[in-house]
């Protein structure tokens, strides 16, 4: 099974801040990563595929990068919308999520 | 636009079977060659992938829950749906049912709003 690592567990950023969140895998997965934000109370919802495609209606300050085993999700000038858990997921072989990084307003 | 909604039990007394439906609605369950989950999130933790219907029929099952799980699919009512056998405590957790992506974009979209299942007696 591979295993996905979210770090930090959580991160504490300022309002119109950038925010970059990490994802490694335990071995490679090509570009075949996915992420998910999940806000209290709510499904996770689709943000990232392909390491770096946007999902529809995704806005263009969320971006992602990385392939093999390392991962980034960067998110430009944070909105106060943005604060919530994020999660990443590998389906390189078969289907794996790390455990969340947190994100909180500072 | 596709849409996804779980139903059943919230309640599941422990070592009986947890059953879930999820109706698919804005398009026929057999469109587009699409594949079906299932996901779990215990309360306050992170996700579980639980089990994959593909549109070939075949299943993919997490090895951790294989020996206790069921995936099926019931075109005629646009629906699939769970079970998950002998349950205990550690069962509990809000279910997911979810678009999986076809070969190569194994992504889950949309999610349904998930439903809750307390084990207990």
Redesign the interface.
């Known amino acids: 099974?591979i295993v996905m690592t979210q770090s930090p567990a959580t991160l504490s950023v300022s309002p119109g801040e950038r925010a970059t969140l990490s994802c490694r895998a335990s071995q490679s997965v090509s570009s075949?990563l996915?992420w998910?934000q999940q806000k209290p109370g709510?499904?996770?919802?689709?943000l990232i595929?392909g390491a770096s495609t946007r999902?529809t209606f995704i806005p263009a300050r969320f971006s992602g990068s990385g392939s093999g085993t390392e991962f980034t999700l960067t998110i430009s000038s944070l909105q106060s919308e943005d604060f919530a858990i994020y999660?990443c997921?590998q389906?390189n072989n078969?289907?794996?999520?790390?455990?969340?990084t947190k994100l909180e307003i500072k | 636009q596709l849409q996804l909604q779980e139903s059943g039990p919230g309640l599941v007394k422990p070592s009986e079977t947890l059953s879930l439906i999820c109706t698919v609605s804005g398009g026929p369950i057999t469109f587009n060659s699409n594949n079906w989950a299932w996901i779990r999130q215990p309360p306050g933790k992170g996700l579980e992938y639980i089990a994959t219907m593909y549109y070939s029929g075949n299943t993919y099952y997490n090895p951790s829950l294989k020996s206790r799980v069921t995936i099926s699919v019931d075109t005629s009512e646009n629906q699939f749906s769970l079970k998950l056998s002998s349950v205990t405590a550690a069962d509990t957790a809000v279910y997911y049912c979810a678009r999986h992506g076809r070969s190569g974009s194994n992504w889950f979209d949309p999610w349904g709003h998930g439903t809750l299942v307390t084990v207990s007696s």
């Open positions: 099974e075949d996915a998910y709510q499904a996770p919802r689709l595929y999902a999660y997921q389906y078969w289907y794996t999520f790390g455990q969340g």
